[in-house]
């Protein structure tokens, strides 16, 4: 079935039946569109690193600090919760400072979260870890937004290249912490603080925009900030909300925790790492193709669906040999969740008919998302905690999967998530 709304949305020409509401063009062209395209996949880019990098040390930070296995699944959950409880004073915040500034804000917080994360205190790590979150958490809704408004012709692209930087992010942390932590003879808390210099060179390629932005611009982002009545009854963005959830909550469960699954079953510490890093490579490739296959018409229900059941077979071949096919494992689960965040963030865009409707939806789908999501890390150490192994943790991943797909069915369905559109 052609993705007429994908691809109507990308030529910026409104879906029959659906009641798109008048903007201001605010699209990006020649040289400044090229940068603006790198600006954005660098803010894209530290999404993630600084949360990620947590998990291959995860064991070290237990063992030197004494945590317990549910005290450490803190360490991500904070930033999740952080993502949730931020997510609707975005639109706000970037209303009242401007989309470009704020932006800008959002790598100073994580720069300074990750000097925080130096201090010789549990309680160092724990509020560097909170403001870490937060800068992600409003960076995370509004760069939806920013693609809707600046690349209405190549949206399928450019959520793309975001999901790919997301998924690169993460793969580059997960990857290469514990290879620099050894080459370089650190100790893990300096490790974590490396990852603030990505954010300092994101900072640095956005600050254009800062100085570009005018009073125009501040007032295009206003639009955003007036609540969409009846969004949070729409049946159409509740798909899309649950949807989000539960794909984060099945991916950041699985990124705190893996290592550690890897590790009890045998696995070098290195090697566990390595894995996961493996994983967000495949993942790369997943989210990279996943909305250019949705505006080629390959129906997003049809690819929701098949991420899903990726992911439940990466949980179950865990489950039953995690070192016989560990690569096997990691390909199926890197395909599956890339395709799923990919699939979440295409939602967002294109269920809203404007930028405006794209920021409330994105606050909407990240607040209650992500809070769902954050109950993952800290359930599954806690299972594992009371039952001493990963069968009854790997289990639920695999079991709480399987509803991803009615959600993904719902959130594929052609209609706009707005008001004046009834599910």
């Keep these: 079935m052609p993705n007429t709304s994908a691809a109507h949305t990308e030529t910026g020409r409104q879906a029959p039946g659906s009641s798109r509401i008048p903007e201001e063009p605010r699209a990006a062209y020649g040289r400044p569109a090229v940068w603006l395209a790198v600006s954005v996949i660098l803010l894209a880019l530290n999404l993630r690193p600084a949360l990620v990098a947590v998990s291959p040390l995860l064991d070290t930070i237990r063992s030197t600090t004494g945590m317990s296995a549910t005290t450490a699944g803190l360490l991500t959950t904070l930033p999740l919760l952080c993502f949730g409880l931020l997510a609707p004073l975005a639109p706000q915040i970037g209303s009242r400072w401007g989309m470009e500034p704020t932006l800008a804000a959002t790598m100073a917080l994580v720069c300074a979260g990750t000097a925080l994360r130096m201090l010789d205190a549990m309680a160092g790590l724990l509020a560097g870890t909170v403001l870490i979150g937060a800068g992600i958490a409003v960076a995370n809704v509004l760069l939806p937004g920013v693609i809707k408004r600046d690349f209405p012709s190549r949206i399928g692209l450019m959520t793309s290249l975001y999901s790919m930087s997301m998924f690169g992010g993460a793969a580059l942390a997960a990857g290469v912490t514990v290879p620099v932590e050894h080459a370089a003879d650190l100790a893990w808390r300096p490790t974590l603080a490396l990852w603030g210099l990505p954010a300092i060179l994101a900072l640095i390629v ?105 992911c439940v077979l990466g949980f179950v071949g865990l489950l039953v040999s995690p070192t016989a096919w560990i690569y096997l494992w990691m390909v199926l689960l890197g395909l599956g969740q890339g395709a799923a965040i990919s699939l979440a963030m295409l939602f967002i865009v294109l269920r809203a008919p404007d930028a405006r409707h794209a920021a409330q939806l994105s606050s909407m789908a990240q607040c209650f998302g992500y809070v769902l999501a954050a109950l993952g890390p800290l359930t599954l150490g806690g299972v594992h905690q009371l039952t001493g192994g990963w069968t009854i943790p790997l289990l639920l991943l695999a079991v709480l999967v399987l509803p991803q797909i009615v959600f993904g069915l719902g959130a594929a369905r052609e209609r706009h998530a707005s008001p004046e559109q009834r599910s």
């Design 206 to 310: 956005w600050m254009p925009q800062v100085l570009r932005h005018t009073r125009t611009r501040a007032t295009g982002a206003r639009g955003a900030t007036p609540p969409v009545r009846g969004l949070w009854r729409h049946q159409v963005a509740w798909m899309v909300t649950l949807y989000m959830g539960l794909q984060s909550l099945a991916y950041y469960a699985a990124t705190a925790w893996l290592p550690s699954v890897l590790t009890d079953a045998g696995t070098h510490e290195g090697v566990a790492g390595w894995m996961l890093s493996f994983s967000s490579l495949l993942g790369i490739v997943g989210a990279f193709l996943t909305p250019i296959l949705a505006n080629r018409h390959v129906h997003p229900g049809v690819l929701a669906s098949s991420g899903a059941v990726l």
